[in-house]
Nanobody
Framework: VQLVESGGGLVQPGGSLTLSCAVS????????VVWFRQAPGKEREGVAY???????YYGDSVKGRFTISKDIAKKMVYLQMSSLKPEDTAVYYC???????????????????WGQGTQVTVSS
């Protein structure tokens, strides 16, 4: 199993960016995918989650600004980020697990497979 993030970079405040997570070795029909992020000196936090059956969940700090989606055929999961703020600066990771999570989607320990992360910097 492999997850590979891409799409990170430098963006100005108020701008937009779309991250991609390419998965191999598993099917998005059965596996949910989550995005976490970790800023320097801070704990890793859950950003968004899309379950295998489709329901989506978001962290409070990104609701209304970020959208998670998936393309099962392409084996891709996307995180569309808009109205970006300097506090969104972090390394963004995608992770996956076979379970179907709802209120506990943000618990890191339950995700078996992880990508290496991609840096997002929001700065003028």
């Amino acid at each position: 199993v492999q997850l590979v993030e891409s799409g990170g970079g430098l963006v100005q405040p108020g701008g937009s960016l779309t991250l991609s997570c390419a998965v191999s070795g598993l099917s998005l029909v059965y596996y949910g995918v989550v995005w976490f992020r970790q800023a320097p000196g801070k704990e890793r936090e859950g950003v968004a989650y899309i379950s295998s059956s489709g329901p989506k969940y978001y962290g409070d700090s990104v609701k209304g600004r970020f959208t998670i989606s998936k393309d099962i055929a392409k084996k891709m999961v996307y995180l569309q980020m808009s109205s970006l703020k300097p506090e969104d600066t972090a390394v963004y990771y995608c992770a996956s697990d076979l379970g179907e999570y709802a209120s506990l989607w943000h618990v890191q320990s339950q995700y078996e497979f992880w990508g290496q992360g991609t840096q997002v910097t929001v700065s003028s």
